[in-house]
């Protein structure tokens, strides 16, 4: 983290500018219709040309199709100055060398920001709807996923690949058609005190930041219908490294704090500190290694989690690995209060997260590796999970005998999410394929009773649970720790 915050100063001092461009100056109009491609476009390479500077959009709306950031340039949007998307979908370029569509483009640039207090729009929802009539008459072509077209040929608002020194400071990125901001391969990104307004339509994740190295995400607000924080690996030879997340808020109808789904590098040397998620459908926090990733040396230090369907979800796959061995090792997990509902959390959000196949009963938070890849090296502490309980034998039921435990399916190639397994024996948290696991100073309260022990172990090789407290109604001598399969575990008080 030393290399990163001087990395990040160091930065400041370069992308510093004294030289501001009016964008009245180039004819772009603010009158929320003219469409302004051309004239934006050849701003920014105007200032380029001129060794760089700040283009400065003062309050107004203006329209544009997909534009091209190149370096030394910043777009500061004044407060009241929107970067509003067109509705014409013939006016967004996918790229060819990303494969995408997006509003703004940066490829291979350096020393570029957005920032201020104004807005970038993508109209989502009508874009997407725009895009999706165009497809039914035959003027576009795309292969219809659930009559929706499909993310990449449907404008994001920022997609930035291969940049360096790169600052997102202030300003408001609202309703996407698509993902909403994508940073890929890149170095030197600080995202700060930016708000996020994401849930326009589906697949609107908050911030999806792939393969890159030497991050700050700080200070800012993300509500999306899909993952709110999001790392991925696409590359097998590259990995996510370097990153700090501090002081956000995140609401999701998916997860609050993800790592992949595509997981093919990695991700290494994360530090996550005073994190909220609320109203989140999924899990607050998921790490997920399940095409080949390795995952280590992260630290999770406070996190506030209420009315979401899940706290934590490790997991080890072996989906899309094509031989590499996944690796998750390493992590801490310290300082959390969570509140579970028995209720859907998103409930009433235009995207929610799907009705899952029933039965089930509340899942508990898991570390879950395969038989031949264990998650190692996870140490929780300062814990307090508040759980509905209630769970019920008649309704779904997932017994602790050998034949009940061994017959939970493995799942390797499934799309990792808390609630794939259905039915769980444990009412709190469920730990298999795991070694060297340690709870420490750990709470877990069930408001009603339930028929599950709090916590399950399959196949834990090492570990310890030490001060745990337990509370659930009517539980009086309940053994609230059961270990199957497991072994050099202790329990102390």
């Not at 970067?83 to 996918?94: C, E, M, Q, R, T």
């Not at 994190?275 to 995952?295: E, H, M």
């Not at 017994?399 to 799309?415: C, F, H, Q, R, W």
């Not at 407290?469 to 202790?490: G, P, T």
Request: glycine share 6%.
């Amino acid at each position: 983290m030393k290399k990163l915050v001087a990395l990040l100063l160091c930065f400041w001092s370069v992308v510093s500018y004294s030289k501001d461009y009016a964008v009245s100056d180039f004819g772009i109009e603010g009158n929320g219709s003219t469409l302004n491609t051309k004239s934006i476009q050849a701003a920014i390479d105007y200032v380029t040309e001129k060794g760089g500077g700040r283009l400065v959009f003062s309050a107004g709306e203006y329209v544009t199709g997909t534009i091209y950031l190149k370096s030394n340039v910043t777009l500061h949007l004044e407060r009241g100055a929107s970067i509003v998307a067109s509705l014409n979908p013939f006016d967004f370029d996918k790229d060819p060398y990303i494969n995408w569509k997006s509003l703004i483009y940066a490829i291979k640039q350096e020393n570029i920001a957005i920032t201020g207090q104004g807005m970038i729009n993508g109209r989502g929802f009508t874009n997407a709807i725009n895009t999706l009539n165009l497809v039914h008459r035959g003027f576009i072509e795309d292969e219809l996923k659930y009559d929706r077209v499909r993310e990449w040929n449907r404008p994001e608002n920022i997609y930035f690949r291969e940049c360096k020194n790169i600052k997102i400071i202030g300003i408001t990125l609202k309703d996407p058609a698509s993902w909403n901001q994508t940073y890929d391969q890149c170095e030197n990104l600080l995202v700060d005190s930016i708000t996020v307004d994401s849930k326009a339509y589906w697949n609107n994740d908050g911030i999806d930041i792939v393969d890159c190295k030497d991050v700050i995400i700080r200070n800012s607000h993300f509500d999306a219908a899909d993952d709110a924080i999001c790392f991925k690996s696409h590359d097998v030879n590259s990995i996510c490294e370097n990153v700090l997340v501090e002081n956000c808020t995140a609401r999701s109808s998916a997860s609050g704090l993800k790592f992949g789904t595509v997981s093919r590098g990695g991700f290494r040397n994360f530090v996550i500190r005073n994190l909220t998620v609320y109203d989140t459908y999924r899990s607050a926090i998921t790490f997920a290694a399940v095409d080949g990733a390795i995952v280590e040396n992260i630290l999770v230090d406070g996190v506030r989690s209420i009315n979401t369907g899940n706290v934590i979800y490790l997991r080890i796959g072996d989906r899309w690995s094509k031989g590499k061995r996944p690796v998750m090792r390493n992590i801490t997990i310290k300082n959390v209060y969570a509140e579970i509902p028995m209720s859907k959390p998103d409930k009433g959000y235009n995207y929610e997260g799907p009705i899952e196949d029933m039965p089930r009963n509340i899942s508990p938070a898991s570390i879950v590796g395969l038989p031949n890849h264990l998650i190692e090296n996870v140490t929780l502490e300062n814990i307090e999970f508040v759980y509905p309980g209630a769970g019920n034998p008649f309704y779904a039921k997932r017994g602790l005998t050998p034949e009940e435990l061994d017959s939970i399916p493995n799942m390797k190639v499934a799309y990792p999410e808390f609630s794939q397994f259905k039915e769980l024996p444990a009412w709190a948290f469920y730990i298999r394929h795991a070694k060297n696991v340690n709870f420490k100073n750990v709470k877990f309260v069930a408001k009603k009773s339930d028929y599950r022990p709090a916590i399950v172990t399959d196949n834990l090789d090492s570990g310890s649970f030490s001060q745990m407290k337990f509370e659930e109604e009517n539980a009086a001598d309940k053994q609230q720790i059961f270990l199957h399969n497991s072994k050099n575990v202790s329990i102390q008080p």
